[in-house]
């Protein structure tokens, strides 16, 4: 499995999982926005899905040791006006079948990067 993180700002990410097998994004290095940011206790929504995955098993997105989404062929979900919060101060665990596949998460950084400034400057409603 291979991570790419293919957008990274103070307040929102945008992860890419390939391949088979799992991978862990992990909240507290992995999205860090630059040298000088620290994570304390980090809280990240999933507020976008984009997923390829073939075959006849599914790809799952998991949090704290609970599936909250199992992707199958090739497929999109945006949340309008709000995102997934459950489990988000977990790291998100994306496990692919034998077959391999690819799952784009859209991440919205919501507490513990110390960016609390660049939430308050748009103006802080940042799809809870």
Same mark, same amino acid.
């Given at each position: 499995m291979a991570l790419t993180i293919l957008k990274k700002t103070p307040i929102h990410c945008v992860a890419m999982v390939t391949g088979a097998g799992a991978t862990t994004v992990t909240l507290a290095t992995d999205l860090l926005f630059g040298l000088n940011?620290?994570? &304390? /206790?980090?809280?990240?929504?999933? +507020?976008?899905?984009?997923w390829a995955v073939p &075959?006849?098993?599914?790809?799952?997105? /998991?949090?704290?040791? *609970?599936?909250?989404?199992?992707?199958?062929? #090739?497929?999109?979900?945006?949340?309008? &006006?709000w995102s997934d919060k +459950? #489990?988000?101060t977990f790291d998100i665990v994306v496990t692919m079948p034998g077959g391999? &596949? /690819?799952?784009?998460?859209?991440?919205n950084k919501m507490a513990g990067y110390g960016n609390e400034q660049q939430?308050? #400057? *748009?103006?802080?409603?940042i799809l809870q």
């Open positions: 940011e620290t994570a &304390g /206790t980090p809280e990240v929504n999933i +507020s976008g899905l984009l &075959g006849a098993t599914a790809a799952t997105v /998991t949090r704290n040791g *609970v599936v909250q989404w199992q992707l199958l062929g #090739n497929d999109d979900f945006e949340f309008k &006006g +459950s #489990n988000n391999g &596949g /690819t799952v784009i998460l859209e991440l939430r308050k #400057n *748009v103006g802080g409603d």
